[in-house]
C-alpha cells in the first residue's frame, strides 16, 4: 500500500510558478511510476506529467508541455510538479498518482494508477 499526500498549492497570479511535492509512505517508492493529474470543475480528469520509477522516463500531457517539469528524488520519497507560466486556466484540484509501470503507452491512463493523494487546490488570478 502507498499513501501519497500533496502540497504547495495556493493562489497565484497568471504567469507566476509554483512547485507542487507529492510524499510518498513505504520503502519501496522508487518501484513505482509517478503522475500528475488535475480537475477542474465540470471536466474530466486531465494527464499533466509522469515519471518512471527510477526518474528516467518522463512523460507530458500537451497541454503543459512547455511549461510544466516532473521529477522526483527517491531518496525523499517525493515527487514534484514544477509550473511555470501559469495561466487562470491552470486552476484545478492537482493530484498525484502511483502506478507499478509507468511507460509511454500507460501513463496517460488515470485507470492505470492504483494509488492518489487527496489532492490540492492551484488557484490561478488574471
Known amino acids: 500500500q502507498v499513501q501519497l499526500v500533496e502540497s504547495g498549492g495556493g493562489l497565484v497570479q497568471a504567469g507566476d510558478s509554483l512547485r507542487l511535492s507529492c510524499a510518498a509512505s513505504g520503502r519501496t517508492f522508487n518501484r513505482y511510476g509517478m503522475g500528475w493529474f488535475r480537475q477542474a470543475p465540470g471536466k474530466e480528469r486531465e494527464f499533466l506529467a509522469a515519471i518512471s520509477g527510477s526518474g528516467l522516463g518522463t512523460y507530458y500531457g500537451i497541454s503543459v508541455k512547455d511549461r510544466f517539469t516532473i521529477s522526483r528524488d527517491n531518496a525523499k520519497n517525493t515527487v514534484y510538479l514544477q509550473m511555470n507560466s501559469l495561466k487562470p486556466e491552470d486552476t484545478a484540484v492537482y493530484y498525484c498518482?502511483?502506478?507499478?509501470?509507468?511507460?509511454?503507452?500507460?501513463?496517460?491512463?488515470?485507470?492505470?494508477?492504483?494509488?492518489w493523494g487527496q489532492g490540492t487546490q492551484v488557484t490561478v488570478s488574471s
Open positions: 498518482a502511483g502506478s507499478i509501470i509507468v511507460d509511454a503507452i500507460r501513463a496517460y491512463d488515470s485507470t492505470h494508477y492504483a494509488y
